[in-house]
């Protein structure tokens, strides 16, 4: 019986990430003699013998290198920690860069591009040479050579890859013509990820890093920036394509084969979060879900909690959030290290919510609204927390509320006044939806979603993520997943006093929906104003918008606090932000006499003036 070849794919990484499990995957660092930290459960490039520290100007060449003098295997492969080859027999679809996109490195994508040892035997088994898909430059970028692709990049010097050509024909006369087919032509394999055969590998090995010493000893790249210095990576993507060239010109006859490339936009590792190292007793956990151009008002409502909170009680205040700026993470830090009894965390929900098209039916809620329901497993070491929407102040001790005995209750909230008169409405659209849609059994307790004491050990009972998260890509759900809240946990709900849950009156729905619910329900939202504890602008009337709406002053007394507030001053104004500016070459020099000119017949901003521009460009050749 003949013996399955060993597989070895060396994935590299110069970062943390997530990678798929099996033999024939061994995830390698890559320049680690220079890194400050070695990456647990990988290889190292400057273990053995290596070219680790060159990695700057190597790239992934030095786990290429490592491989070569240090590993065996009956194939040797290579690929990166965001790019993988597609084991699978399937087609899929692609950019015109040649590439597969998809998201994150998990159960679904290594089994949809068989990531997986049998996978990749049976894809390897039998052939030469694998390489990525050859791609036309001419879909890149319109280029109508290699050479003119690499020319348009604007870190990469056309004298280098001559000076590389150079190199090239002194040392091996017979590869001149392959040179100038490849790259004068418009195809190419990219990314440096191949598979060969051991012996196809060493002598690929032999062949191309003395080209690249040669090319290094001989090349100045004492003042080239950060891209530029990688120029000897990029080299090596070309150097691959001339070395099979050449071998399948003079005979070689290797069966080869091409596999697409998959691009993944999330390859970091699942992220997961601890407890923190405080007594449990004192400890008060509270979530609150974000965007980034959310971040000013939740800054806002945090900065509101702890300005009321108890100086004997540690926060643990927790975004979940999938595109908030390290930037603004930072600047939320910073502003939030003035309380010494509260520690702010950011986590990613993209994995968790990935595989669901979840949607809303207003246009002031956003999907954020449905990132509560991968709560009760991101935080497992909590039995309970406090969930607060990011449109509203607290204006007393959230810990009072946390402090709340649910008893067997799977939800503590207040009851939800709009939906309440809406239900007592004549033309009973409202109770219809309830007995179409909801099925509840008591609707007049229909509960607000946006303050919530949650009973995480019971809500883990009743529905896993993957069930709440499905339930919830509904579309037939007016209110989303407060809706699914109310339909899944009816019966199973502790109402709270409505001081902590204070709507405020949107386009005068006090007298026009509220005065429409029981009157015990009213007259107890009527009395919660006169000492609200957390007051919630739920609906389109914010006063980010509007500073004159109801308990508007009472907002901004908190807002003006933050860092943010001029943020926040701009969107009154109507300001949108500003696009980042980016920086051009001017087609027309400052100092050229003809921008005078140009100035009065087409004035800076004027259509005319980008239609000059282009023109000028495409006579000076530039893109």
């Known amino acids: 019986m003949r013996q399955s070849p060993v597989i070895k794919l060396f994935v590299s990484a110069h970062r943390p990430a997530a990678f798929p499990s099996g033999g024939s995957i061994l995830p390698i660092q890559v320049g680690a003699e220079n890194a400050s930290e070695l990456f647990e459960n990988t290889l190292h490039d400057n273990e053995g013998e290596n070219i680790s520290a060159l990695n700057p100007m190597y790239c992934e060449l030095t786990a290429q290198y490592w491989a070569w003098?240090?590993?065996?295997?009956?194939?040797?492969?290579?690929?990166?920690?965001?790019?993988?080859?597609?084991?699978?027999?399937?087609?899929?679809?692609?950019?015109?860069?040649?590439?597969?996109?998809?998201?994150?490195?998990?159960?679904?994508?290594?089994?949809?591009?068989?990531?997986?040892?049998?996978?990749?035997?049976r894809a390897v088994d039998g052939w030469d040479v694998i390489t990525s898909p050859r791609n036309d430059v001419r879909r890149i970028g319109g280029f109508?050579?290699?050479?003119?692709?690499?020319?348009?990049?604007?870190?990469?010097?056309?004298?280098?890859?001559?000076?590389?050509?150079?190199?090239?024909?002194?040392?091996?006369?017979?590869?001149?013509?392959?040179?100038?087919?490849?790259?004068?032509?418009?195809?190419?394999?990219?990314?440096?990820?191949?598979?060969?055969?051991?012996?196809?590998?060493?002598?690929?090995?032999?062949?191309?890093?003395?080209?690249?010493?040669?090319?290094?000893?001989?090349?100045d790249f004492s003042t080239a920036d950060v891209q530029t210095l990688r120029t000897v990576g990029h080299l090596s993507e070309r150097l691959l394509n001339v070395f099979i060239a050449h071998q399948q010109r003079t005979g070689a006859q290797w069966r080869i084969k091409e596999l697409q490339c998959v691009h993944?936009?999330?390859?970091?590792?699942?992220?997961?979060?601890?407890?923190?190292?405080?007594?449990?007793?004192?400890?008060?956990?509270?979530?609150?879900?974000?965007?980034?151009?959310?971040?000013?008002?939740?800054?806002?409502?945090?900065?509101?909690?702890?300005?009321?909170?108890?100086?004997?009680?540690?926060?643990?205040?927790?975004?979940?959030?999938?595109?908030?700026?390290?930037?603004?993470?930072?600047?939320?830090?910073?502003?939030?290290?003035?309380?010494?009894?509260?520690?702010?965390?950011?986590?990613?929900?993209?994995?968790?919510?990935?595989?669901?098209?979840?949607?809303?039916?207003?246009?002031?809620?956003?999907?954020?609204?449905?990132?509560?329901?991968?709560?009760?497993?991101?935080?497992?070491?909590?039995?309970?927390?406090?969930?607060?929407?990011?449109?509203?102040?607290?204006?007393?001790?959230?810990?009072?509320?946390?402090?709340?005995?649910?008893?067997?209750?799977?939800?503590?909230?207040?009851?939800?006044?709009?939906?309440?008169?809406?239900?007592?409405?004549?033309?009973g659209e409202r109770r219809d939806y309830v007995d179409r849609v909801l099925h509840m059994r008591n609707p007049y307790g229909y509960f607000q979603a946006g303050v919530l004491v949650m009973n995480l050990d019971r809500m883990r009972e009743i529905h896993t993520v993957h069930e709440w998260l499905e339930i919830a890509s509904n579309p037939e759900f007016i209110y989303n997943d407060q809706d699914v809240l109310n339909a899944e946990c009816g019966g199973e709900v502790a109402y709270l006093d409505y001081a902590w849950n204070v709507m405020h009156d949107c386009a005068g729905r006090v007298q026009g929906v509220f005065a429409f619910a029981p009157a015990p329900v009213y007259q107890a939202y009527m009395a919660s104003r006169k000492a609200p504890k957390i007051i919630h602008y739920a609906g389109f009337d914010k006063p980010w918008k509007n500073p004159w709406c109801d308990f508007g002053p009472l907002y901004w007394h908190y807002a003006?606090?933050?860092?943010?507030?001029?943020?926040?001053?701009?969107?009154?104004?109507?300001?949108?932000?500003?696009?980042?500016?980016?920086?051009?070459?001017?087609?027309?020099?400052?100092?050229?006499?003809?921008?005078?000119?140009?100035?009065?017949?087409?004035?800076?901003?004027?259509?005319?003036?980008?239609?000059?521009?282009?023109?000028?460009?495409?006579?000076q050749g530039k893109r």
């Open 69 to 121: 003098k240090n590993a065996d295997a009956d194939y040797y492969g290579f690929c990166h920690y965001r790019r993988y080859f597609d084991f699978t027999d399937v087609e899929h679809r692609q950019n015109d860069y040649g590439e597969i996109i998809d998201t994150y490195i998990d159960e679904r994508t290594i089994a949809e591009y068989g990531l997986d040892d049998e996978s990749i035997a």
């Open 144 to 219: 109508g050579s290699l050479k003119e692709h690499w020319s348009a990049d604007a870190h990469l010097r056309l004298s280098d890859l001559r000076h590389m050509y150079d190199i090239l024909c002194a040392r091996h006369p017979d590869y001149r013509q392959d040179a100038d087919t490849v790259l004068n032509g418009r195809e190419s394999a990219f990314c440096n990820m191949f598979v060969m055969r051991k012996a196809i590998f060493f002598a690929y090995n032999e062949w191309l890093f003395p080209l690249l010493g040669e090319f290094v000893d001989t090349s």
């Open 264 to 427: 993944f936009l999330h390859p970091e590792p699942a992220e997961e979060l601890a407890p923190l190292d405080v007594n449990p007793r004192f400890t008060v956990p509270v979530v609150f879900a974000a965007d980034d151009a959310y971040v000013p008002m939740l800054t806002t409502t945090i900065q509101s909690m702890l300005s009321n909170a108890n100086p004997d009680r540690h926060y643990d205040i927790i975004v979940l959030e999938r595109d908030i700026s390290e930037q603004n993470k930072q600047n939320i830090t910073l502003f939030l290290n003035q309380y010494s009894n509260a520690t702010i965390r950011f986590y990613d929900v993209g994995r968790a919510v990935a595989e669901f098209h979840l949607t809303t039916n207003n246009a002031h809620i956003s999907v954020e609204t449905y990132y509560r329901f991968i709560i009760q497993e991101a935080l497992p070491f909590y039995s309970k927390i406090l969930y607060l929407d990011c449109d509203l102040i607290v204006n007393g001790d959230i810990a009072q509320l946390y402090d709340t005995n649910l008893g067997s209750a799977a939800i503590g909230a207040i009851r939800d006044i709009d939906f309440l008169g809406n239900l007592n409405m004549k033309n």
């Open 560 to 619: 003006q606090q933050t860092p943010f507030a001029p943020q926040m001053m701009a969107l009154l104004a109507g300001l949108e932000k500003p696009k980042p500016p980016m920086h051009h070459e001017r087609a027309i020099a400052e100092d050229s006499p003809l921008r005078k000119y140009v100035d009065v017949v087409a004035p800076s901003g004027s259509k005319q003036r980008e239609l000059m521009k282009l023109v000028a460009r495409k006579v």
